[in-house]
């Protein structure tokens, strides 16, 4: 119930100190979930669901940066150095940054590119004997469908790299699959 208390408290800290304007304010939010699955090391097997909820804070041109929050559920296992199976499955949320640099294809379907980075809180030590925190990196490409002025939908492919970012006791891990996105204007 501790852990629990302290995650709530460190979610309410990120909201409150997350620069920039109300999001009670008119503006267009972007959804977009990922499901991706383990890749490249030999010893991790953790597949990672992810919602990552996103405000346009700039536009110039093709390119965007965005920012807002990802709350994210990695399950899975390890196999630490002597063979033994550890179970890698926690729940985490935190702060992230996007870029988008997008290119119009015809009148209502783009491509872009989505690069973000993010800080990410997790509800125990994540991966197993990993720490309570790590960077969340993703980049991929991504098709965009403009319903309307104010709503679009995207499909895109994501490659992932999770890790503390210390060059001793890193259990990072990569992922890759499919991300699903909708943009409305509230």
Known sequence: MRRLICFVMVINILLIFMP???????????????????????????????????????????????????????YGYINNDNHQRKDSSAVGVG??????????????????????GGFIVYDKTFPAEGRPYNFMWRIGPRFIYKISENSSVSIGYMLMHVSNGFRAHNPGYNGQGFSVGFVEKF
């Open 95 to 116: 702060p992230v940054y996007m870029i988008r640099n997008e290119k119009k294809l015809s009148g209502k379907l783009s491509e872009a590119l989505d690069m973000s």
């Open 20 to 74: 920039g304007k109300s999001y009670c304010a008119e503006s267009k939010v972007e959804l977009d979930w990922d499901y991706l699955t383990h890749a490249s090391f030999k010893d991790r097997y953790i597949d990672t669901v992810s919602l990552h909820i996103l405000e346009n804070i700039s536009k110039k041109e093709n390119r965007s940066i965005y920012r807002g929050i990802t709350i994210t559920r990695p």
